[in-house]
């Protein structure tokens, strides 16, 4: 906060000096700068014929003070710098930021960085003392829970924005036009009122997939390179003589052929998969070997094509059928408890005992375990039940991350500047590819050119004026990734075929198979990137032969009485429903017992009602976006 407040006063003392400068031309250099003076006459001589008392109008452009704003930015540390540490490096692209942002929109917004280990404690702590910052970060159970999400806005403490989009220059308010970008963002946080009193931060790339086809109507599309799919060591596999597993049978004897033949050869059997048996929020179905199985990601989840809440436990023979699959895994040692998030890889990989992960393909290539022959592969699509389609896990290209929300009383205009800023094309070609002239030029054709580091521009060069994801998304701004609105590079392929004949997955990155190469030239890979082949996987199997699952639901803001209900029922029964997973799994319970236990949830806690208050979110979603209701 201090050295922002001295970085706005630095700034504001040379506007004067600049300013005082001016005034003390002489005539010829005022005459001069009536040459080039802008507006009305494209830069033609100042009118002479204005000669009238100092009290009449003039010509010039009015001075007008910036308009501020402060935003409780979070440290959330999963970045390469932290924001203050990108400060003391003097990061070129902060100084750009602040000096784009009070040139397009007169704006200057002071960052309140809050850890994120603290923020959830200390946004509850300004909310009680009404001491808010005029923009902060909520609709996320980590910033703020439902209740209290839902009482604020009732009472008022938020700000509408509908309001706000009023001052809107066009940019914000544009996005969110029928028909525009970001509708879906307005339908998604939509409030029964109907009105808008947070804003979910766009997030997606301007390359997409349409995997729509005969009566399926998706109700997103996929970018090209978010895939949770399953990727297995491949070096391993050679090592134990395996080929690539093709059914769920030979997944199994690679990873006890894994740890038989001790593959990462340090004495133990301690070679395993991550599955994400009795984690949190039920992550194993999540981690792909339930989607072979054609279970949704979770319990509560919403179906990409219909709206509907579906629940894994509720799939019967298909459930069981699971269960019985990761039971023998465990029971075999190559597959544990409590350990395998997805976005923890890095973790879970560092110790070469991680036989398999779930991530994005091309992640694990760069995966650091110790081993110079480690080498992960993305395995094929595995149907595990004849007639039964598998579901693949992608993120959406209309997902959103954390809502940004404004105190009632923050000045309208500058809320608006900054939803402007922040949606607009400036901060995004900034966020992406770094300050034009920099780090990257846009050539004669609409191309992006990017200059490559350690040939034209260093390392350091590169983190100082180029790529924002190393220390900036949540501290100094929301992540808002607004590609396909933006980026430079858009298609919208309605076949893998399609994308491998435009040169995917290189051409959304600015490049071909062979640069590619060349950038990874020091990492193991076989012929091409991972993500190019999980494409001739979805190729092979056919799309149309898929469920494409998303890792998003598209709830709206609760009700007073919709809140009630997840407060009386969602903690017990998220439990509950965890615990007899993860028993079938373990052997501490029997699936004997399966019916009796799921009608339990039913009949004592609240598991219908539960889902009925999901859906009812869900589908103000469905009919803001002009589809139907499931409950009707």
Not at 182 to 192: E, I, T
Not at 229 to 244: A, F, H, P, T
Not at 362 to 382: F, R, S, V
Request: aromatic share 12%; with cysteine; net charge negative.
């Amino acid at each position: 906060m201090t050295t922002k407040r001295l970085l706005a006063l630095l700034i504001a003392v040379l506007m004067l000096i600049a300013l005082f400068s001016a005034c003390a031309n002489t005539d010829d250099d005022t005459a001069d700068a009536g040459n080039a003076s802008t507006g009305d006459n494209g830069g033609d001589a100042a009118d002479d014929s204005n000669t009238g008392d100092e009290d009449e109008s003039s010509d010039a452009p009015t001075e007008t003070d910036p308009l501020t704003l402060t935003y409780m930015g979070q440290e959330s540390h999963n970045w390469t710098y932290t924001y203050e540490e990108a400060l003391a490096e003097g990061f070129e692209t902060i100084d750009y930021y602040n000096q784009k942002m009070l040139e397009e929109h007169n704006l200057k917004v002071e960052l309140d960085v809050i850890d994120n280990e603290a923020y959830k404690t200390t946004l509850s702590g300004y909310l009680a003392a009404n001491t808010l910052d005029d923009a902060f970060l909520c609709n996320n159970t980590s910033f703020m829970d439902t209740e209290v999400l839902v009482n604020s806005i009732n009472n008022g403490i938020f700000a509408n924005i509908n309001d706000i989009a009023e001052y809107s220059d066009g940019t914000f308010s544009g996005l969110i036009a029928d028909g525009g970008d970001y509708q879906y963002l307005k339908a998604w946080n939509v409030a029964p009122d109907g009105e808008w009193y947070y804003i979910g931060c766009a997030d997606g790339n301007g390359t997409s997939f349409n995997f729509d086809h005969d009566d399926v109507d998706y109700l997103v599309n996929w970018p090209l390179h978010t895939w949770y799919n399953l990727n297995i060591r491949v070096d391993w596999l050679e090592k134990c003589g395996l080929s690539m597993p093709t059914t769920i049978e030979e997944f199994t004897e690679a990873l006890v052929q894994f740890q038989e033949q001790d593959a990462n050869g340090n004495g133990a059997k301690d070679e395993r998969a991550f599955l994400g048996i009795g984690m949190s929020a039920e992550q194993v179905f999540n981690h792909t070997t339930a989607g072979w199985f054609g279970l949704p990601r979770a319990n509560f989840a919403m179906n990409a094509v219909t709206g509907e809440i579906e629940n894994a436990v509720d799939f019967d023979d298909q459930y069981l059928a699971f269960i019985d699959f990761t039971a023998d895994l465990y029971s075999k040692g190559v597959a544990l408890t409590n350990e395998g998030g997805a976005w923890a890889y890095g973790a879970n990989v560092a110790g070469n005992y991680c036989a398999a992960q779930v991530m994005y393909p091309d992640n694990l290539i760069t995966a650091e375990t110790g081993d110079p022959d480690c080498q992960y592969e993305p395995m094929p699509i595995i149907q595990a039940i004849e007639g039964v389609q598998p579901r693949i896990v992608g993120q959406s290209v209309q997902t959103a991350n954390n809502g940004l929300a404004f105190r009632s009383d923050v000045d309208m205009e500058a809320a608006a500047a900054y939803l402007d800023w922040l949606n607009g094309p400036t901060l995004y070609m900034l966020l992406c590819y770094g300050i034009e002239g920099k780090s990257y030029d846009i050539e004669e054709d609409g191309r992006v050119y990017q200059y490559k580091v350690g040939t034209e521009i260093t390392q350091e060069e590169d983190y100082s004026v180029g790529d924002m994801w190393h220390y900036a998304p949540w501290s100094m701004f929301p992540q808002i990734q607004a590609g396909f609105a933006w980026d430079p590079l858009k298609n919208t392929y309605n076949s893998v075929q399609e994308a491998l004949d435009n040169g995917e997955p290189y051409y959304w990155k600015n490049l071909t198979i062979d640069e590619w190469k060349e950038q990874y030239a020091n990492y193991n890979w076989t012929d091409m990137s991972n993500l190019n082949r999980f494409f001739l996987y979805l190729n092979d199997f056919g799309t149309d032969n898929i469920q494409f699952d998303l890792n998003i639901d598209f709830t709206t803001m609760a009700t007073d009485e919709e809140t009630s209900i997840i407060s009386k029922y969602e903690t017990d029964l998220n439990t509950y429903l965890a615990e007899m997973t993860t028993g079938y799994i373990t052997g501490k319970t029997s699936t004997d017992t399966y019916e009796e236990d799921l009608q339990y949830a039913y009949d004592n806690l609240g598991m219908q009602e539960y889902v009925d208050a999901k859906q009812a979110r869900v589908d103000r979603y469905l009919v803001a976006m002009g589809r139907d209701a499931i409950l009707g």
